[in-house]
């Protein structure tokens, strides 16, 4: 019996945990652990609220969760509960699939300003991450600012523009849901370092701004180049700039009758921020040109109202006491998901964070290639190894009460039957209460 560990149960792990039943077949052992209560991880407190077909893929992973060989370990924290040499000890093999759930931080002056915010942080105060639901962002203001041309933030602006219709069947928790019912926002300014050739938002999602029922997208025509130019892009971002070119001709006077402009600000490379009594006020940013993909400042600054600001410049991953971490590429140290023989990393944990949920599944099977392979090679100690008992004994004698897979089956019962009409579910945003509703 071969015994693997994976930490971290979003789409990394459960892909990686496929793959590995794949593999083995009844010859596996899998415990997957989350340092929450609940399972699925981005799939829950990452992807949009509004977007909940992707969510769907959390029928395949409950799947591989309820497969004999695969057991849930929730409420576990890697690092703190347990160290890696200990799952080491136990387990043949043990693969991070932690993800990257801490905000790159946007170091300029006035960052300390109130009401600046990362969106791993904003995002998961409005997805209910125990973490963050105490957020409290101030919405009084007119405008916001949200930093960065990827698909984050235009998940922020979109939730930032919708109305309280616009939810309905979102899984948006509710202390948000109240919070954006009553913003004052009214302006929405995206801001891009870059120029439209270099935006990272698909089409499908950038799409979704001329749907919005009290907000229109605006780009200035003169940050479009020569339409002809767009041939030599590849065909998702030549559709991504089709729809920022449909924006920029939008007329006046329609864009006028929306109450909340979304306006994209190009070319803007994100200098400091200025405030009042501890609040930020303003964003200043330097005009740039783009010389061999790269952003160069003119030295050229103007300033933007900023009541909220959202930076969504990507992510990196947590590190973990005794793993060897790159600290410039905010990942685990590896080469191909090998951290060293026996320990691994996949998903966003070993290649940082860009794609898709999909991306994870070829992942996930690699990852399982390369345990075969060390095992095969012997490069991994081959000998037997205790597994999940020799887990629930340390569990026991350390005081670690892990929720298991049919704990998080009562609270997914007790979320969706706490549902408000035409919404999947109302999450619970705090740990205990997820405990308690496990135990119930
Ligand atoms: P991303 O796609 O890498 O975009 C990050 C953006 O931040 C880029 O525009 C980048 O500009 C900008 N940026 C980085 N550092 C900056 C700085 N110091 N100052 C100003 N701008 C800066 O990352 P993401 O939006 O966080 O998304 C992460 C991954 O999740 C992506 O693969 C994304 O597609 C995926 N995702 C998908 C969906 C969906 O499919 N619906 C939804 C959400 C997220 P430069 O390009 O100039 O560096």
């Given at each position: 019996m071969r015994h693997i560990a994976i930490v971290g149960s979003g789409p990394a792990g459960y892909y990686t945990a496929e793959a590995a039943l794949k593999h083995w077949g009844e010859e596996v052992q899998i415990d997957v652990f989350d340092a929450l209560p609940v399972p699925y991880g981005l799939i829950r407190t990452g992807v949009a609220p509004d977007h909940q077909s992707i969510k769907g893929v959390a029928r395949r992973f409950e799947k591989t969760a309820l497969n004999e060989n695969v057991r849930f370990v929730g409420n576990v924290k890697v690092?703190?509960?347990?160290n890696i040499a200990d799952l080491q000890r136990l387990y043949h093999a043990v693969v991070l699939a932690t993800g990257a759930p801490r905000d790159k931080a946007?170091?300029?002056?006035?960052?300390?300003?109130?009401?600046i915010f990362g969106s791993a942080a904003f995002v998961g105060w409005y997805n209910g991450h125990p973490e963050f639901a105490?957020?409290?962002?101030?919405?009084?203001?007119k405008n916001a600012v949200v930093i960065g041309m990827g698909n984050v933030a235009l998940d922020v602006a979109r939730i930032l523009a919708k109305t309280r219709g616009e939810f309905a069947g979102a899984d948006i928790v509710e202390h948000a849901l109240d919070a954006l019912d009553a913003s004052h926002i009214t302006a929405i300014t995206i801001v891009g370092r870059r120029g439209p050739h270099q935006i990272m938002m698909t089409p499908k999602e950038l799409g979704e701004l001329m749907h919005l029922e009290r907000a229109s997208p605006r780009v200035d025509p003169a940050d479009l180049p020569e339409e002809s130019a767009d041939a030599l892009l590849e065909p998702g971002l030549r559709k991504s700039v089709t729809h920022l070119r449909s924006f920029a001709a939008i007329p006046e006077n329609i864009r006028g009758e929306a109450a909340i402009d979304i306006d994209f600000d190009m070319f803007a490379s994100p200098v400091a921020f200025h405030g009042d009594g501890g609040n930020v006020r303003e964003i200043e940013l330097e005009e740039t040109r783009v010389e061999a993909g790269r952003a160069v400042g003119t030295g050229r600054t103007y300033r933007v109202p900023a009541d909220l600001v959202i930076t969504c410049i990507g992510y990196r991953t947590s590190p973990i006491p005794d793993v060897p971490f790159d600290d410039r590429a905010g990942r685990?140290?590896?080469d191909e998901g090998r951290i060293l023989p026996g320990l691994y990393c996949v998903g966003w944990a070993r290649r940082g964070p860009s794609g898709t949920i999909g991306t994870n599944r070829p992942d996930g099977y690699a990852i399982a290639d390369l345990i075969a392979a060390d095992l095969a090679s012997k490069a991994i100690d081959t000998g037997s190894k205790q597994g999940a008992a020799g887990f629930d004994r340390f569990a026991e004698e350390h005081g670690i009460t892990p929720v298991r897979f049919s704990d998080w089956q009562k609270i997914d019962a007790a979320e969706v039957a706490a549902a408000r009409d035409g919404a999947p579910r109302e999450k619970f945003v705090d740990v205990e209460a997820m405990i308690a509703a496990g135990e119930s």
């Open positions: 690092g703190e509960d347990i946007l170091d300029i002056p006035g960052k300390e300003l109130s009401n105490g957020l409290a962002p101030d919405l009084s203001g685990f140290a590896n």
